[in-house]
């Protein structure tokens, strides 16, 4: 399967707690994108990475949200202390050269809160 | 003013009948736009993409842009059940990599 990977596909945490989502993206793309969508709501930009860079990461949350892109294994999303307004769908997309070449989107990680 | 704007819908169409999704964005200087429509609960596909003004057409699906009037919107042809899913407008932002969707047009086919 050459699409857009991202794992866990759920997972639960505890208020406190740290949240670790990874995405790897397609074969042939260095441009990855993560997106939160909270219920019955749109897709929200978070940030933008490429190999090694943060390119934008204007929709990021001040603290406790970080992303990285290395130069080896698929790009992290990390929210540490996570808080119930947390909870939500984050949605990694890949493209292969930016602003002109459609998204790709995994399936996502349903984060959930207790 | 949003970004990217898009009615809420639903938008409750019959069976064999054409939709009609439209979309206002804000930047003048956007050059890309796109539409991908989303299930509920799933994650967001890839529909169409549109760079020119005018017309463009795959299958059933014709998208539509207008720079001037800062507008693009997705016709959807002899309309199925199974294209009820709630439709997303994607637009780069300041001529940068950054794509700001849309919150989203619910689409409603009734048989």
């Known amino acids: 399967n050459a699409g857009v990977m991202q794992n866990p596909r759920h997972l639960v945490r505890r208020r406190g707690q740290e949240a670790r989502l990874r995405c790897s993206p397609m074969?042939?793309?260095?441009?990855v994108y993560w997106y939160r969508q909270l219920p019955e709501e749109g897709l929200k930009f978070m940030v933008y990475l490429q190999k090694e860079n943060i390119i934008d990461e204007s929709g990021m949350p001040k603290e406790r949200f970080s992303a990285e892109f290395p130069k080896e294994g698929p790009s992290i999303l990390r929210i540490q202390q996570v808080v119930r307004g947390d909870s939500a769908a984050y949605f990694c997309a890949s493209s292969r050269t930016g602003r002109d070449s459609p998204l790709h989107f995994g399936n996502g990680t349903r984060l959930t809160v207790t | 003013q949003k970004e990217v704007e898009q009615n809420s819908g639903p938008l409750s169409v019959p069976e064999g009948a054409i939709a009609s999704l439209n979309c206002t964005y804000s930047?003048?200087?956007?050059?890309?736009f796109f539409w991908y429509r989303q299930y509920s609960g799933k994650s967001p596909e890839l529909i169409m993409s549109?760079?020119?003004?005018g017309d463009k057409e795959d299958g059933r699906f014709t998208a539509q842009l207008n720079k001037a009037s800062q507008y693009v919107s997705l016709l959807i042809r002899d309309s199925q059940p199974s294209d009820s899913a709630t439709y997303l407008c994607a637009v780069n932002i300041n001529n940068t990599d950054k794509l700001i969707f849309g919150t989203g047009t619910r689409l409603q086919v009734f048989p």
């Open positions: 930047d003048r200087g956007s050059q890309s």
């Open positions: 074969k042939g793309h260095s441009h």
């Open positions: 549109i760079y020119s003004n």
